[in-house]
């Protein structure tokens, strides 16, 4: 018996974390979430196969912070396992954008409240930045994962027939329908080849200040300050 090699052991665990296009989506926006965010666009080219890219308006990710944000088990959001006891927050193993960093090509463009200007930064398969720009986006952070499964043909094989892709879009739709549901009063926008994708039985609708989330007819919400309008 022999010990596999570090990049072989990475390569295997990441797979195990990133598993879809979906499993990608899932992630980023749960990083969205936990960062605050109140809107949320998610975008595909070819099924996410070429592009995925999660962008949202969150308090984004501290300069000081970039060089460890993709690195495996690095997080804001807890200190300990004792913190577990205490969790508000989806992520918490830090495993996520550095697995992704593994099985794709990764771009993170970030701006806080306190920066001039956002931040793209281009990484490596280890989650270490390899270089930096400014650029042009507002507040939050955008992530953007190229060549999905690049390094891993086998899992790319099982999305060889239109069906299974198809397949792939219909679950990133009802993943989105399901954090619609969670999170109403978040804006939730779903593109795939530029195409928008209605997220069926589920309306957002805003006139002035009455802000609607509807789903399947049902209103689930509608912002506070209608709430006070509605009750004077
Ligand atoms: P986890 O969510 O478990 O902490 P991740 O690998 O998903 O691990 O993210 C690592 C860290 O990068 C997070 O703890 C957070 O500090 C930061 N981060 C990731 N995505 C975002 C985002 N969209 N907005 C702000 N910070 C983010
Ligand atoms: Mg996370």
Do not use: W
Request: glycine residues 6%; aromatic residues 8%.
């Amino acid at each position: 018996m022999k010990q596999l090699p570090a990049a072989t052991v990475r390569l295997l665990s990441s797979s195990q974390i990133i598993t879809s296009v979906v499993s990608v989506v899932k992630e980023l926006i749960e990083n969205s979430l936990d960062a605050g965010a109140t809107s949320i666009d998610v975008k595909l080219e070819n099924y996410g196969f070429d592009k995925i890219e999660v962008r949202d308006n969150g308090e984004g990710i501290k300069a000081v912070d970039a060089p460890v944000m993709a690195v495996k088990y690095y997080t804001s959001k807890i200190n300990s396992h004792e913190d577990l006891e205490n969790l508000t927050t989806y992520g918490f193993r830090g495993e996520a954008l550095g697995s992704i960093c593994c099985v794709a090509e990764v771009l993170i463009t970030t701006r806080t409240a306190s920066d001039n200007f956002s931040t793209q930064y281009v990484l490596d398969g280890s989650g270490h930045i390899i270089s930096q720009k400014p650029s042009h986006l507002g507040q939050g952070t955008t992530v953007t994962a190229l060549k999905l499964f690049k390094n891993l043909p086998v899992r790319k094989q099982f999305y060889s027939t239109a069906k299974k892709c198809k397949d792939e879009i219909k679950k990133v739709q009802d993943l989105l329908i399901s954090y619609g549901v969670l999170k109403p009063e978040v804006r939730l926008v779903f593109i795939h080849n530029k195409v928008s994708i209605i997220l069926d039985s589920f309306i957002s609708i805003c006139m002035g200040n009455l802000k609607l989330r509807m789903i399947k007819g049902i209103v689930l919400y509608f912002t506070l300050c209608s709430l006070q309008h509605y009750l004077q």
